[in-house]
């Protein structure tokens, strides 16, 4: 197997520079990667009957050419090669479009199989291929469809397929173990290779499927589960021996009694913070369920063991928000906070990284400036990364690197499906908060067509009037020829010409200078400005408790998650709040959207269906999340397999067996596991 995984794929007859380049890009660089780069779909190259063909559908068609084929040129390069062949006594005229090379495959009297588009008003087809002439695989039955590119085509990528596995075929061993294939009833990796690229039948390459799924979601759990044991290993963090009454007194100081949840979660952190080890452990919650007091005791924590913690967020507004936040929590405690962002003036900036490596600064809030070089803790023990989806994977990895292995709380308000959670999350131990604080009024969500806007801004103005503040949202900022959405600024007039001079309305969007758009906010929050329009730079950072209504214009335009972040920037105050949905959706998805998020206000609910209507590639946006990324599998369709899988890597980790035995060497190396350590595979 060695050989499959560092073998170039250059060693096969046609693969130069140039073509190894762009297979590169398909992620195609040894024969391992070529014989795993398998079909997206498959072509049903069976021969049917002429009589239940319906229009406009692709078929294959077998009969006697009649004559030889016929080629007309016409413009440029432009051809029509036209013959006819007889089908069970019918005559059914045949054409192909600029491939004249193909009238050679065609002998009078002799069988033909063609594959293409049926006319039926005209009894006719229009060919796409030959796909069975004088030099083509008559008994061919299923055609693979491989992802191709400009620079390589989709029959390239299979000629290629079949020279590699009539060549090195016999390189290919078992990956997984023996009792694992008879458990779960899979086949052999090789046959089920074979299957996936040159199917006999629909339920051969189900079988086939099946196994790869399984090798995938073994391989990737092993990876994680294994990384995460080596990562518990003693010595690879510091034990934060914090002073328990202190964070005592911090909770019994607060104007409120923490849930049940939010009590657990302190728990499970102040028991990580203890260890030798480095913690690494994601904190989930809905929006406005209490992630940040929870955070705001482990920095108590840090404070009273003499060492330092550092906040991240993903935007300058969400770090002033947790920097205002913290500031207000800490007012009867000894805590020194400081604000570090990229609007954070030089001179400000040189007196901060002084304190802060002497270590006169407790805790130092910030984006991504704080993994800048020169930000140097004196004893740095504790990270919080809030919306931590947002940031890369190498971001993440730098800032938790600083210092002596900090421990490090992951937060995000977009809760997160199950199935998510063991793969993109998989290294990571995972605490939820799944209730919210008492006395808060669930917020009422409707879903309204663009030719009720009038009715809309009658509700508005009612809502006004009650000394509330309101939130407009709009998918872009300017005019867009490609898409037929408002746009924030077109809102913003019409809102002013509607509610102006009575009320005020400002405008926020991402192109703004961080100093205006932290202006805007400001007045905001100062109740300066009555309506906000703005596009979705408010989705994360905003709290303004008087704030009642979100207004969501062209709302089928969004993810759900998306919807219920944007939703959960009101109902922060003890008034009644209210998120309307503004959309015509074209298509059902659109509508069962719409209809989801006016049915519920649970963020886990609402997170599944999401990910089930979009897909986990959708579901965080940027590849650079940390989710992987499977050639077959599918966290949602295979869930059961992905459960297996995840159980049979524990089992196989708790047996001694698994780093010394010659029976595991295959799926060790499939791993990355080297001399009893795994490679940086995941980093």
Same mark, same amino acid.
């Given at each position: 197997m060695e050989k499959l995984f560092n073998e170039s794929v250059t060693v096969l007859n046609g693969v130069g520079a140039k073509r190894a380049e762009a297979l590169k890009k398909l992620g195609i660089e040894t024969l391992w990667d070529l014989f795993t780069y398998f079909p997206f779909r498959y072509e049903d190259l069976t021969v049917q009957d002429i009589?239940?063909?319906e229009d406009r559908q692709k078929v294959v068609l077998q009969g006697t050419a009649i004559a030889q084929a016929h080629v007309q040129y016409y413009g440029y390069k432009k051809s029509r090669l036209s013959f006819r062949i007889n089908v069970d006594h019918v005559i059914v005229p045949i054409t192909f479009f600029n491939q004249p090379y193909l009238a050679q495959q065609i002998v009078e009297g002799e069988e033909i199989k063609v594959f293409g588009t049926w006319d039926a008003s005209r009894m006719q087809l229009s060919g796409i291929k030959i796909i069975g002439g004088s030099t083509v695989n008559k008994n061919e039955k299923f055609e693979p469809i491989y992802h191709s590119s400009k620079e390589i085509s989709h029959a390239v990528i299979k000629k290629l397929v079949v020279q590699a596995w009539d060549k090195y075929q016999g390189e290919i061993q078992e990956v997984i173990p023996e009792e694992l294939?008879? &458990? =779960?009833?899979?086949?052999?990796?090789?046959?089920?290779?074979?299957?996936?690229?040159?199917?006999?039948?629909?339920?051969?390459?189900?079988?086939?499927?099946?196994?790869?799924?399984?090798?995938?979601? #073994?391989?990737?759990?092993?990876r994680?589960? =294994?990384?995460?044991?080596?990562?518990?290993?003693?010595?690879? !963090?510091?034990?934060?021996?914090?002073?328990l009454e202190r964070l005592k007194i911090f909770f019994s100081s607060l104007s409120f009694e923490l849930t049940k949840a939010q009590k657990e979660a302190v728990n499970a952190i102040s028991a990580d913070m203890k260890r030798p080890i480095q913690m690494y452990r994601l904190l989930q919650g809905d929006v !406005?369920?209490? %992630?940040?007091?929870?955070?705001?005791?482990?920095?108590?924590? $840090?404070?009273?063991? @003499?060492?330092?913690?550092?906040?991240?967020?993903?935007?300058?507004?969400?770090?002033?928000?947790?920097?205002?936040?913290?500031?207000?929590?800490?007012?009867?405690?000894? +805590?020194?906070?400081?604000?570090?962002?990229s609007s954070t003036s030089a001179k400000e900036r040189r007196e901060l990284l002084i304190d802060l490596k002497k270590g006169k600064i407790d805790c130092v809030v910030g984006t991504h400036a704080l993994i800048q070089e020169d930000v140097i803790f004196s004893h740095l023990g504790l990270v919080v990364i809030d919306e931590q989806h947002r940031f890369g994977v190498n971001q993440r990895k730098d800032l938790r690197e600083k210092g002596e292995h900090p421990d490090v709380l992951f937060m995000t308000a977009t809760p997160i499906p199950r199935t998510l959670s063991m793969t993109a999350y998989g290294e990571m131990d995972v605490t939820t908060i799944n209730e919210m604080p008492p006395g808060?009024?669930?917020?009422?969500? =409707?879903?309204?067509?663009? %030719?009720q806007l009038k009715n809309l801004m009658n509700?508005?103005?009612?809502?006004?009037?009650?000394?509330?503040?309101?939130?407009?949202?709009?998918?872009? +900022?300017?005019?867009?020829?490609?898409?037929?959405?408002?746009?924030?600024?077109?809102?913003?007039?019409?809102?002013?010409?509607?509610?102006?001079? $009575?009320?005020?309305? $400002?405008?926020?969007?991402?192109r703004m200078q961080a100093i205006d758009k932290e202006e805007i906010m400001q007045q905001?929050?100062?109740?300066? +400005?009555?309506?906000?329009?703005?596009?979705?730079?408010?989705?994360?950072?905003?709290?303004?408790?008087?704030?009642?209504?979100?207004?969501?214009?062209?709302?089928?335009?969004? !993810?759900?998650?998306?919807?219920?972040?944007?939703? !959960?920037?009101v109902g922060r105050g003890q008034k009644q709040s209210y998120c309307i949905l503004v959309a015509d959706p074209k298509g059902e998805n659109g509508v069962k959207r719409m209809q989801i998020m006016t049915e519920s206000t649970d963020g886990f609910k609402i997170s599944q269906k999401d990910l089930e209507m979009r897909g986990p590639g959708e579901y965080f946006g940027k590849k650079q999340s940390g989710l992987p990324?499977? &050639?077959?599998?599918?966290?949602?369709?295979?869930?059961?397999?992905?459960?297996?899988?995840? =159980?049979?890597?524990?089992? #196989?980790?708790?047996?001694?067996?698994?780093?010394? @035995?010659?029976?595991y060497h295959n799926l060790r190396t499939s791993v990355g596991i080297e001399d009893g350590r795994i490679n940086d595979i995941l980093d």
């Open positions: 009589e239940t063909i294939i008879s &458990k =779960y009833q899979l086949i052999p990796i090789k046959e089920a290779i074979y299957n996936m690229h040159f199917p006999k039948s629909p339920a051969v390459m189900d079988t086939a499927r099946s196994t790869i799924v399984f090798m995938e979601f #073994l391989i990737f759990q092993l994680v589960q =294994y990384r995460r044991l080596q990562h518990k290993n003693i010595g690879t !963090g510091q034990a934060i021996h914090y002073n !406005g369920s209490g %992630k940040t007091i929870v955070a705001a005791g482990a920095i108590v924590a $840090a404070q009273s063991a @003499n060492v330092q913690s550092a906040f991240m967020a993903p935007t300058e507004i969400l770090a002033e928000q947790h920097f205002q936040s913290l500031q207000a929590i800490y007012k009867d405690f000894d +805590i020194n906070v400081v604000l570090l962002t808060r009024l669930p917020i009422k969500t =409707y879903w309204i067509r663009k %030719k509700t508005i103005m009612k809502e006004l009037k009650k000394d509330s503040q309101i939130y407009v949202i709009s998918p872009l +900022i300017e005019e867009s020829d490609a898409l037929d959405l408002e746009n924030a600024t077109r809102l913003a007039e019409i809102y002013r010409q509607t509610f102006s001079p $009575a009320y005020r309305v $400002a405008l926020l969007h991402g905001f929050k100062k109740h300066e +400005i009555d309506i906000l329009v703005s596009t979705t730079v408010i989705e994360v950072g905003v709290d303004v408790s008087n704030a009642t209504m979100m207004v969501i214009h062209d709302a089928d335009r969004f !993810g759900l998650a998306q919807l219920h972040q944007l939703r !959960g920037r990324e499977f &050639k077959v599998a599918d966290i949602v369709e295979d869930e059961s397999v992905l459960e297996a899988a995840r =159980y049979e890597a524990a089992d #196989l980790l708790m047996a001694e067996t698994f780093l010394q @035995n010659d029976a």
